[in-house]
């Protein structure tokens, strides 16, 4: 009888390609692609902190909407946050910052909070770190290589940019295409090793 | 008379909607407190670029570059201004631009670019970009489409010129609407 494969730590966008919007759209950029990560992981963090209070103090029919008005009040107000911290990081990132209420991801964990199928321990937490942690190698590693230097997400006034390169590389990792093609090396990069080591593939 | 269940239901969800209330409104009076001293930081920021004062409050308008136009006063000369952000997802820049009240350029400052080193973000870049130096910038969206006016026709031009003359228009909106208090 074939062995059953244990459980890989839970990796929403290499391994359940969750997320994949602002992935691929805001990533070409190390500053915009920090920016939607943290914002992701607040939303998440926050969800799942907030979310067992909702369960305890509320019926369970409006465990749903107060779920989604909780996510739409996080990214509204991370938006004006980053809006004020950077108006060009604002407009750099654009519609994304305000649709992180709802992205898959946030749905996701919305609804696993709503079930209570995973705890914030166990899945959520080590979840939203796993993708800040990605977005922010895959959009360094793409803007580095793609248009050779590395831009910081700091606010008006300080020194942005680092150069790394004279000339950049792979002109590609800088356009969403590129983005893709990166996103599929990484999602094959990962499934060989877990196969490799046994683990279950997500 | 209501039943108990009812009522208890009811009194769940008036409780669960003035939650979502307070939460919507400190969501609200947090932007407006942010927005607030973003408006006197910008306006701080413009009065001392051009050396001159705020003639007045500044007026809102929901353009994708610009949030406010301010009104400005030199001497008894009067201008407008406004911070724009314009620019594409491989690059942003803030600019501080200055009009005469019938809506004509007058200068373009740079404040800020992401990320650095953009050639859009060398002072002085804008004026000879938009091809017409230091002559008057045209207002109107059917002059830009003439050959002479967009030389070197482009995505970054358009979005460009298209952000100065939607200011433009702002500049002329305002001060028709000045005019008429």
Same mark, same amino acid.
């Given at each position: 009888?074939?062995?059953?494969?244990?459980?890989?730590?839970?990796?929403?966008?290499?391994?359940?390609?969750?997320?994949?919007?602002?992935?691929?759209?805001?990533?070409?950029?190390?500053?915009?692609?920090?920016?939607?990560? /943290?914002?992701?992981?607040?939303?998440?963090?926050?969800?799942?902190?907030?979310? $067992?209070?909702?369960?305890?103090?509320?019926?369970?029919?409006?465990?749903?909407?107060?779920?989604?008005?909780?996510?739409?009040? #996080?990214?509204?107000?991370?938006?004006?946050?980053?809006?004020?911290?950077?108006?060009?990081?604002?407009?750099?990132?654009?519609? #994304?910052?305000?649709?992180?209420?709802?992205?898959?991801?946030?749905?996701?964990?919305?609804?696993?909070?709503?079930?209570?199928?995973?705890? /914030?321990?166990?899945?959520?937490?080590?979840?939203?770190?796993?993708? #800040?942690?990605?977005?922010?190698?895959?959009?360094?590693?793409?803007?580095?290589?793609?248009?050779?230097?590395?831009?910081?997400?700091?606010?008006?006034? #300080?020194?942005?940019?680092?150069?790394?390169? $004279?000339?950049?590389?792979?002109?590609?990792?800088?356009? $969403?295409?590129?983005?893709?093609?990166? /996103?599929?090396?990484?999602?094959?990069?990962?499934?060989?090793?877990?196969?490799?080591?046994?683990?279950?593939? $997500? | 008379?209501?039943?108990?269940?009812?009522?208890?239901?009811?009194?769940?969800?008036?409780?669960?909607?003035?939650?979502?209330?307070?939460?919507?409104?400190?969501?609200?009076?947090?932007?407006?407190?942010?927005?607030?001293?973003?408006?006197?930081?910008?306006?701080?920021?413009?009065?001392?670029?051009?050396?001159?004062?705020?003639?007045?409050?500044?007026?809102?308008?929901?353009?994708?570059?610009?949030?406010?136009?301010? !009104?400005?006063?030199?001497?008894?000369?009067?201008?407008?201004?406004?911070?724009?952000?314009?620019?594409?997802?491989?690059?942003?820049?803030?600019?501080?631009?200055?009009?005469?009240?019938?809506?004509?350029?007058?200068?373009?400052?740079?404040?800020?670019?992401?990320?650095?080193?953009?050639?859009?973000?060398?002072?002085?870049?804008? +004026?000879?970009?938009?091809?017409?130096?230091?002559?008057?910038? !045209?207002?109107?969206?059917?002059?830009?489409?003439?050959?002479?006016?967009?030389?070197?026709?482009?995505?970054?031009?358009?979005? +460009?010129?298209?952000?100065?003359?939607?200011?433009?228009?702002?500049?002329?909106?305002?001060?028709?609407?000045?005019?008429?208090?």
């Amino acid at each position: 009888m074939e062995k059953e494969k244990s459980p890989f730590l839970p990796d929403p966008l290499l391994g359940c390609l969750l997320g994949l919007c602002p992935a691929i759209a805001v990533s070409g950029n190390f500053a915009t692609g920090s920016v939607i990560g /943290l914002g992701l992981l607040l939303s998440m963090v926050s969800l799942g902190l907030l979310m $067992p209070l909702v369960r305890r103090f509320s019926p369970e029919r409006l465990w749903a909407p107060l779920a989604f008005a909780l996510a739409a009040s #996080f990214s509204a107000f991370y938006s004006v946050l980053v809006g004020a911290y950077s108006p060009l990081l604002a407009s750099l990132t654009g519609l #994304f910052l305000p649709l992180i209420a709802v992205n898959c991801l946030v749905l996701s964990t919305l609804r696993k909070t709503i079930r209570r199928d995973e705890g /914030l321990w166990t899945w959520l937490l080590p979840s939203a770190l796993i993708y #800040f942690v990605s977005l922010l190698l895959i959009s360094a590693f793409r803007e580095i290589l793609g248009a050779g230097r590395l831009t910081l997400p700091m606010p008006a006034g #300080f020194e942005n940019t680092v150069g790394i390169f $004279p000339e950049a590389p792979l002109r590609l990792l800088a356009a $969403p295409a590129g983005g893709f093609i990166l /996103l599929g090396f990484l999602v094959l990069i990962g499934r060989v090793i877990l196969d490799r080591k046994g683990k279950r593939i $997500p | 008379m209501m039943e108990p269940r009812k009522k208890e239901a009811l009194l769940a969800n008036l409780a669960m909607a003035a939650f979502l209330a307070a939460m919507a409104g400190l969501v609200v009076l947090v932007a407006i407190l942010i927005d607030r001293s973003g408006q006197a930081r910008d306006a701080a920021l413009l009065a001392r670029l051009s050396s001159s004062e705020q003639a007045g409050p500044a007026r809102r308008f929901s353009d994708p570059a610009f949030a406010y136009l301010y !009104p400005m006063s030199r001497g008894g000369k009067r201008s407008y201004a406004a911070l724009a952000n314009i620019g594409d997802r491989n690059g942003m820049v803030r600019v501080a631009a200055f009009f005469s009240p019938d809506g004509r350029l007058e200068a373009v400052h740079i404040i800020d670019s992401m990320p650095a080193g953009l050639p859009c973000g060398q002072d002085g870049w804008f +004026t000879e970009f938009l091809g017409k130096g230091r002559e008057d910038y !045209p207002l109107l969206l059917r002059d830009l489409k003439k050959p002479d006016a967009v030389a070197g026709a482009s995505e970054s031009l358009m979005r +460009t010129s298209e952000a100065f003359s939607r200011m433009s228009s702002a500049v002329i909106f305002a001060e028709a609407k000045g005019g008429e208090r």
